[in-house]
């Protein structure tokens, strides 16, 4: 029996998905932008800090790229009202995101710092540059150029990966997805529409962050 796409009873609650949307949205904004600024510092901390610091760090990234994220998310959420810190879904959510972001970028950041050639930072020292100016300038902006375009596309992973944070309740795209589900029982077309709708969004984003490359490093990425 051969069963008619209606898309009627998913439209008409276009307003929910757009609130879903928008929630994914400021979900991946917010985890990208602390999960960078983590990777920021642990990739310095890693290539330049003390061995204990690097240590701590090297223990951090190897935990978080090793488990699961919605492992991460149910600790977050889950576990640290246990320890006193009891936080909202969606601060749970970006908090783990955040996280989770920031393993990989410390060490995409780390890659990108190896690669500088040590006589680039020795001739720096002849200057007489500090070493906050060295490792800013003559470290950090090349490092960043250099992966780009592999960050950016952990930005986009970034994304789809707030799909899950409905396990614990967040009201972002997906989750709104699967109530809608429950409602209108046309699972189907919920999830065509789904599908369309992150789409868009990554390819919207993958632009955006093409732009922001060109725009930052003067270079086509």
């Known amino acids: 029996m051969q069963t008619a796409l209606q898309f009627g009873p998913i439209l008409i609650h276009l307003d929910l998905l757009l609130r879903g949307l928008e929630k994914t949205i400021q979900l991946a904004a917010l985890s990208i932008l ?3 600024a983590i990777g920021v510092l642990g990739a310095v901390g890693r290539s330049f800090g003390p061995r204990l610091v690097s240590w701590v760090i090297a223990a951090y990234v190897e935990l978080i790229r090793n488990t699961p994220l919605l492992i991460q998310l149910y600790f977050v959420f889950f576990s640290l009202p246990l320890f006193g810190f009891k936080l909202s879904s969606n601060t749970a959510a970006v908090v783990a995101l955040s996280i989770h972001l920031g393993a990989y970028a410390t060490e ?3 890659a990108g710092i190896e690669a500088i050639p040590e006589g680039q930072i020795e ?3 002849s200057l ?5 100016r060295i490792i800013r ?3 950090l902006v090349p490092a960043a150029r250099a992966v780009y375009p592999s960050l950016s596309a952990q930005f986009i992973l970034q994304i789809m ?3 899950i944070v409905g396990a614990i309740a967040a009201e972002e795209l997906t989750a709104v997805a699967n ?3 429950m409602q209108t029982f046309r699972s189907f077309e919920v999830y065509i529409i789904i599908a369309i709708i992150y789409f868009v969004l990554v390819q919207v984003a993958s632009l955006l962050f093409a732009g922001i490359g060109k725009l930052v490093f003067r270079w086509k990425v």
Do not use: C, D, E
């Not at 007489?128 to 906050?132: F, I, V």
């Open 34 to 36: 602390f999960g960078t």
């Open 161 to 163: 990966g707030t799909s």
């Open 123 to 125: 001739a720096a020292k």
């Open 179 to 181: 109530n809608l589900v």
């Open 108 to 110: 995409i950041l780390r």
């Open 128 to 132: 007489g540059l500090s070493r906050y």
């Open 137 to 139: 300038h003559v470290v």
